[in-house]
């Protein structure tokens, strides 16, 4: 991947809320139980664009159960921008090394999956390569 030009994230975001609620309402009218949505946001940059409405709806996500923001930090990325969006952020700390977060990604997945829609599971460890960035969203 090579970083060039803008970075669009409220409107990426916004985005990807409705595509997550457009495809959890398809499940809700056929009754199928889902578990709550994952979006996983992979940024090197700070946005171009008004972040503002992508931050309610995420906290209106996050708040209702519906959705888990999930940022990545790689390369310079803005941290304190990745606070404000939500609790999870997560930072690479070697330049250009991110691939394994996507082992991660899978692993974490497989976890949620075998679990009951629900319920907390205890995820795996983050690569040796990230670590957790704290924040005070609350």
């Given at each position: 991947l090579?970083a060039e030009?803008n970075t669009?994230?409220?409107e990426?975001i916004e985005k990807?809320?409705q595509t997550?609620?457009?495809?959890?309402?398809?499940?809700?009218e056929a009754?199928v139980?889902?578990y709550k949505?994952w979006?996983?946001?992979l940024t090197?940059?700070?946005?171009?664009d008004?972040?503002?409405?992508?931050?309610?709806?995420?906290?209106?996500?996050?708040d209702t159960g519906?959705?888990?923001?999930?940022s990545?930090?790689?390369?310079?990325?803005?941290?304190?921008?990745l606070k404000?969006l939500?609790p999870r952020?997560?930072?690479?700390?070697?330049?250009?090394?991110f691939?394994?977060?996507f082992?991660w990604?899978?692993a974490?997945m497989?976890?949620?999956?075998?679990?009951?829609?629900?319920?907390n599971?205890?995820l795996?460890n983050?690569?040796e390569?990230f670590?957790?960035i704290?924040?005070?969203?609350?």
């Amino acid at each position: 991947l090579k970083a060039e030009g803008n970075t669009p994230m409220g409107e990426a975001i916004e985005k990807a809320i409705q595509t997550l609620r457009d495809r959890c309402r398809v499940y809700d009218e056929a009754g199928v139980p889902h578990y709550k949505g994952w979006i996983f946001m992979l940024t090197d940059g700070e946005p171009t664009d008004d972040i503002s409405k992508a931050k309610e709806l995420i906290r209106q996500h996050e708040d209702t159960g519906r959705l888990k923001l999930f940022s990545v930090a790689v390369n310079q990325a803005n941290i304190e921008i990745l606070k404000s969006l939500g609790p999870r952020v997560m930072q690479c700390t070697k330049e250009n090394e991110f691939k394994n977060v996507f082992d991660w990604l899978g692993a974490s997945m497989t976890t949620v999956s075998a679990s009951r829609i629900g319920e907390n599971c205890q995820l795996p460890n983050l690569p040796e390569n990230f670590r957790v960035i704290p924040t005070d969203w609350a």
